[in-house]
């Protein structure tokens, strides 16, 4: 298990340094550091492989995280723009861990959150699934952003006037947006006590890596709509983004069955050494599944 603790997530440099790759099998991916924050024009939560295993496309960049404990704001995600980072919520990050997929684990408000996320194995699909931790009577509310690109993979995103910002009900945990007609819908099942569909453009995203290497660097991306997750009782929240419509009850299911395919991929191996193990599994990231495509 590859695991980063504050020494490592609270050093801007050192975290922003460090990546993690979950895949589908079919040519689609999310990546990003190990903090959340994007350096690459390549880091997305869903890159969708529209002509497995081509044709790929970043449909959903990231989200902007807030939690909200007993009515105090603590911000979660993190962000770079031109000489600035903000919100960082990497100060309030304790712990990132491969276990089988990325877990990042949050301490704010004597409250304790856990964030994991996987991939669908054969489908365009990432599960985000929030656990609240030692929450005591406390109120926890979860206001989640989702920003999004709907580009080619290898171009950036800017503000346009082209962009349709019609969020599409489907029923009460399904909602769908499609800003262009030459890309497909993304769906966000969700378990979300409301959902509210004003949409903003957030802009001048700075991408450090491409600016590196001399590329365009800076992107704008649209947030459809803000999901507000009541986790006071329930002490969890989930959220599936897709190119099809599933139902947000599935999440568990998906996720077990995904850690029993990781598992059997590393049973058979006749080594016990523990880097081999961690080695095999990710080697298997890259592979391009023949009876998906």
Not at 63 to 86: K, M, P
Not at 134 to 141: D, P
Not at 168 to 190: I, M, N, Q
Not at 203 to 208: D, I, L, Q, T
């Amino acid at each position: 298990m590859i695991n980063f603790t504050k020494e490592i997530l609270h050093n801007f440099e050192d975290a922003t340094s460090r990546e993690w790759l979950e895949t589908n099998g079919i040519g689609g991916f999310a990546c990003s550091t190990v903090i959340g924050l994007n350096t690459r024009r390549y880091h997305a939560l869903l890159t969708a492989a529209m002509r497995p295993p081509a044709g790929r496309v970043v449909l959903l960049s990231k989200f902007d995280e807030t939690v909200v404990i007993d009515g105090q704001r603590y911000d979660l995600s993190a962000n770079q723009y031109s000489g600035a980072v903000h919100p960082q919520g990497y100060t309030n990050m304790e712990r990132f861990r491969l276990d089988p997929f990325p877990i990042f684990t949050f301490a704010v408000g004597g409250v304790q959150i856990e964030k994991l996320l996987f991939m669908v194995h054969g489908q365009n699909t990432t599960v985000i699934q929030y656990r609240v931790r030692e929450q005591g009577t406390r109120s926890v509310q979860l206001e989640l952003r989702p920003l999004i690109a709907f580009r080619d993979y290898h171009a950036l995103t800017h503000e346009n006037g082209v962009l349709d910002r019609t969020v599409h009900f489907h029923h009460e945990k399904v909602a769908s947006v499609r800003p262009y007609s030459d890309h497909p819908s993304l769906y966000f099942a969700h378990d979300a006590e409301e959902v509210n569909s004003q949409g903003y453009w957030y802009k001048n995203f700075e991408y450090a890596l491409e600016r590196e290497r001399g590329l365009d660097s800076v992107e704008d991306l649209f947030n459809p709509m803000t999901l507000l997750f009541d986790v006071s009782a329930r002490g969890n929240a989930t959220l599936i983004a897709s190119t099809e419509i599933l139902d947000v009850a599935s999440a568990d299911m998906l996720r077990q069955q995904e850690m029993d395919r990781r598992s059997r991929i590393v049973s058979d191996l006749a080594a016990e050494d523990d880097l081999v193990r961690t080695l095999t599994a990710a080697a298997d990231q890259y592979i391009v599944s023949k009876y998906f495509v």
